[in-house]
Structure formats: C-alpha cells, structure tokens
C-alpha cells in the first residue's frame, strides 16, 4: 500500500510548491534517552480535508538535506507507516483540526526537525518544525547561590566639570551600538535559517520529480 500512495503523491507533486501554515507545536524539545516525544499540528486557517503526512528531517537544515516519511493519517484514522516505522515506535492521534504525532522510547538517534505536511491543490503546507534533541543526560541547572549585589556605580552630574558627562554619554552610545548589531546579527541568522529550510523542501520536492 506504501508504494502506491507514494505513486500518487509524486504524481500530485509534480506542480507543487511549498509554503508554511500549519501551526506546529513545541518548536524545540530536549528528551532523556527512552522517554516519549508528543508534537502537534494543526491548521488556523483552514480545515485539513485530505492526509497528513509527518516528516523527519536529520540533522541541522542544509541543501543537502533529505526529509523521511514517518507516517500519515486521515479524519478516519487510516494511519500509514514509513518504510522501518511500526506502531510501536510511534502513533498518530487527532482530536478536531489538530494532529497529533508520538514517539516512544526516543533515542539519541531520533534527534532531528521534525515537520508536518498536508497536499493541497495545488500547494503543499508545511509546519514550521519541530526540533527535537535526545540525549543520554539532561543538562543539569546550577542552584542558585546567594551573592551580595554591588552597588551600581551612577554617573555623576557634570556639576564641577563636563569630563564626566562625556563619559556617560560614551557609555550610553556604547550600548546602544551594541544592542543595534546584536539585532541586525539575529536577524541575519534567521533569514540564513529560512532560506536553507526552503531550499531543503524544494529538495524534497525535486526527489519525486525522478
């Protein structure tokens, strides 16, 4: 049955682009080896009316970046499995619009983003992803320590001399400038991350054009 729904699917594909608007849910989850995995997904703007597909993407985004079919499921609960996947790794759950996809006894080797996906006509959906990491240890956090806060030095008023209102004036443009390339580096990396996401989908796309 897999390799004819897959037939279909290229066939659908073949004048598809993809777009994001599916609400995903969390974006990022930190897992203990062994432990369970649950991701949602569903759609603010419209109803999803035909199957959705859950995809698993190793790695950080790159173009050489392949996504690997998981599962997918219907309105009727008709879930599909991807090739190696079994109910007893992972099930699919719906409850109204939202999907819900669960992952048991997660291993280190399950880490990846993790997106959803429905085919519409004539455009595919995607998620924004999932980022899931599996690790053999949690990441433990320090207690807490009380320590003596000293007192914040404040810049004097140039009352005697104006030397010391230059050197606040320096400080306070010293921090603006590094608030302002602090933004444009952030911004700079989310635009490098969105366009390494697309050119993995349209990868993935291209896959089934052969």
């Avoid at 598809?16 to 995903?24: T, Y």
């Avoid at 419209?46 to 309105?75: K, M, T, V």
């Avoid at 959803?116 to 320590?145: K, W």
Wanted: aromatic share 8%.
């Amino acid at each position: 049955m897999q390799p004819r729904l897959w037939l279909l699917v290229a066939a659908k594909l073949a004048a598809l682009r993809g777009i994001c608007g599916l609400q995903q849910s969390p974006h990022f989850l930190m897992l203990q080896t062994n432990q369970s995995a649950t991701m949602t997904c569903e759609s603010k703007t419209s109803s999803i009316n035909g199957r959705l597909y859950w995809l698993r993407q190793r790695g950080a985004p790159s173009p050489d970046s392949h996504h690997e079919f998981l599962a997918s499921g219907d309105f009727s609960n008709n879930i599909v499995y991807g090739r190696g996947m079994t109910s007893e790794m992972l099930t699919l759950s719906r409850l109204s619009t939202r999907f819900t996809l669960s992952l048991k006894h997660v291993k280190p080797e399950d880490s990846g983003v993790y997106f959803c996906m429905t085919i519409g006509h004539p455009e595919l959906t995607f998620g924004m992803g999932t980022n899931l990491s599996v690790v053999d240890v949690l990441p433990t956090t320090a207690q807490p320590t009380t320590k003596t806060t000293p007192k914040k030095k404040k810049c004097q008023p140039p009352s005697p001399g104006p030397q010391k209102g230059l050197h606040c004036s320096l400080v306070t443009l010293g921090l603006l400038v590094a608030s302002a390339l602090l933004l444009l580096l952030s911004l700079v990396v989310a635009v490098h991350l969105y366009c390494l996401r697309r050119r993995a989908r349209l990868r993935f796309i291209k896959q089934f054009y052969k």
